[in-house]
């Protein structure tokens, strides 16, 4: 009774397994196509410009040096 089941279940898998190759294989074929059709154009928007006559920032300094308030709810209460 057991190998019926097993073949009961393999009867109903093999339909379902080659609708899935043969779905795929049609999507394979459709997005071909569309590749195909499109015609894409790469590049065509850029312009072009001539480079910054102004040297590059080599290295970025801070306008001020030494530790930071703290914010004033981190701050002690006011001395008298």
Do not use: H, W, Y
């Amino acid at each position: 009774m057991d190998s019926l089941k097993r073949d009961n279940v393999r009867l109903f898998a093999l339909p379902i397994g080659g609708s899935d190759v043969v779905a795929v294989g049609a999507l394979s074929v459709v997005q071909a196509s569309v590749a195909k059709l499109s015609s894409m154009t790469v590049g065509s928007t850029s312009t072009e410009t001539t480079p910054s006559t102004v040297e590059a920032t080599t290295m970025a300094a801070p306008a001020m040096r030494g530790p930071a308030a703290p914010p004033a709810e981190e701050q002690g209460p006011a001395a008298p």
